[in-house]
Each structure stands twice: as C-alpha cells, then as structure tokens.
C-alpha cells in the first residue's frame, strides 16, 4: 500500500491545497493530510479548527484522511508506515526552500521520498498569506477557498 503524507500549515486549506490533494489521492492508495501544530506559534486558525474545515472540505476523496502532528514530518511519516511526502510548488520561489527541506527530510530518513505536485494554473498562485490579507481587508475570498472556509470565515470577525 502506498501512503503519502500531504504535511504544511493549512492556515486555512485553499484550492490550491485541494488540487494537490486531488492529484495526490489519484496516485497513492491513502494520502494523510497533517496539519503542522506548532505550540510556539499562534496562527490564523486553530489547529482544531483548521482540521475541522479540511474534514469538511475533502467529502469527495474517499482515500484522503486528515490529521494533526507536532514535531518532526519524518518522524510522522515513518510512524503512519508512509513511503512519500507531497509537496507543492507554486514557482521559483518555493523552489529553494522545499529543496533544502526535501533533502534535509532524506538524510534523516531516505526510504521516504518527497514529491512535488503542481496545481493547474487557475489555482497555481494562491497562497493562504494572501487569503488572509484580502480577508482581513473585506476582500471577496469566494474564489480561493473551499465553501465550509469561506463559509466559516464569514462568521468571524477580522479583528478577532
Ligand atoms: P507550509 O507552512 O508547510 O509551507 P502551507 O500550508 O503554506 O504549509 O503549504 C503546504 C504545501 O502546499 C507547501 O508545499 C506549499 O508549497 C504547497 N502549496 C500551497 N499552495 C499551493 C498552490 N497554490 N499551488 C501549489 N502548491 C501549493
């Protein structure tokens, strides 16, 4: 059985996270979306309800679970019996830091290989940092984000 890891912050899932997911649950038998919680750090959303949204918004991918992890990626990786790490990139400005990061993640642990996936171009430049800036500003976010997000972010206040 081949298991991937789709791991990242999540903050919140957009459509650019969903398509690499779509692609990813066609070529793996089981992909774990793991959102990233980082104790040291407040985010956006809560790791709790970030999960909740992406459980919400992964209703048609039957073999996509989600989940949340502290700690090492790999160490996550290697305790769910997962060959692959996905991750995604945008352009050439992902490229550097993700290929540190796949490389440091196989010296660590080389039986689990990273793989890239690019969204179709429609979603290729969506990035949750600027979701959140046109949301804090009123902006329209119906385009980027899955419904149960846009529909849960209507209900909070930009100022919370
Ligand atoms: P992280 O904090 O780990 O970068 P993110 O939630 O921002 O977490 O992203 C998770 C992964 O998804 C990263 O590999 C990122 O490059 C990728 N990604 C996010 N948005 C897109 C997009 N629109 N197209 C392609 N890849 C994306």
């Known amino acids: 059985m081949r298991i991937a890891i789709y791991p990242g912050s999540f903050d919140p899932i957009t459509h650019g996270h969903l398509d690499i997911l779509k692609n990813a649950s066609e070529l793996f038998d089981k992909v774990i979306i793991a959102v990233a919680h980082n104790g ?43 060959n692959v790490l996905i991750r995604g990139l945008r352009a050439v400005s992902d490229f550097e830091f993700e290929m540190q990061l796949s490389q440091t993640n196989s010296a660590l642990c080389s039986d689990i290989k990273t793989v890239f996936l690019t969204t ?41």
Do not use: C
Request: positive net charge; aromatic residues 10%; charged residues 35%.
């Open 120 to 160: 179709k171009p429609k979603y290729n430049f969506i990035s949750s940092t600027t979701i959140k800036e046109i949301w804090k500003n009123d902006g329209d976010i119906s385009k980027f984000v899955p419904e149960p997000v846009y529909n849960y972010l209507k209900t909070k206040s930009p100022r919370e």
């Open 40 to 82: 040291a750090k407040t985010g956006f959303l809560t790791t709790e309800e970030r999960v909740k949204l992406i459980k919400e918004s992964i209703k048609d991918m039957p073999n996509v679970e989600v989940d949340s992890f502290e700690g090492l990626t790999i160490e996550y990786a290697k305790k769910h019996g997962a």
